[in-house]
């Protein structure tokens, strides 16, 4: 039996992250490593978004986002940007038919008008295409950073208090998550980092509020569904108390 079946054998259905983030880093470095040029990191990383969104699918995780670009990569050098944005629509383009069979809906945030507009049309056709599949949501975060979000829902938010349709003293957290782009997808359980790195990023700032946080040195091009089912197993030993003591939670 291979390692991610026994892991996947040990992994309790009943205490699943109903919303796994992700932040897929380390494509560049693990190009150069190979004397590669980076867009051949982010080439061999499809493998990994293949195998991860299969692998939540399979275990019955409802939601998956994957920090796919910030706003900040915009200053990449052009043409990792321009192979970025090409590789994007080839992606997009051939995973449609893969993402119906397996009843995945594809969703997107961030500041979705600044894509190329070639790009930004054929994700909102990828995201018609997708609308009916009801087993997972996939949601790419693309010119994405929560402290965007943060900005334009507080700028939704004064344009209705100005208008009158909002009352300021009736704006509570749940106001607050309403105005996010991330609306209607309860907070991510688990994020996983990979690479290395131990800090979120700008990545969904609000969202990840009482999140368990799941750090891998491996780089993502090499992350497959065996260290998926690891981070999750991780998940699962750790205790949720949101603010109460052990023994609130275990008594409740």
Known sequence: MELKDQLMQQIDRERLPKHVAIIMDGNGRWA???????????????????????????????????????TENWNRPLAEVSGLMNLLAQTIRNEVSTMNKNSIKLNAIGDLQSLPKANYDQLMQALTDTSHNTRMTLTLALSYSGRWDLTQATRHMAEDVKSGKLEPETISDKTISSYLSTAGIPDPELLIRTSGEERISNFLLWELAYSELYFTPKYWPDFRKADLYEAVLNYQQRERRFGKTSEQVTTK
């Open 32 to 70: 150069k490593e190979r004397g590669k040029p980076r867009l051949f990191g982010h080439q061999s990383a499809i493998q990994s978004v293949r195998e991860v969104s299969e692998g939540c699918a399979e275990i019955g995780v409802e939601y998956l986002t994957l920090y796919a670009f910030s």
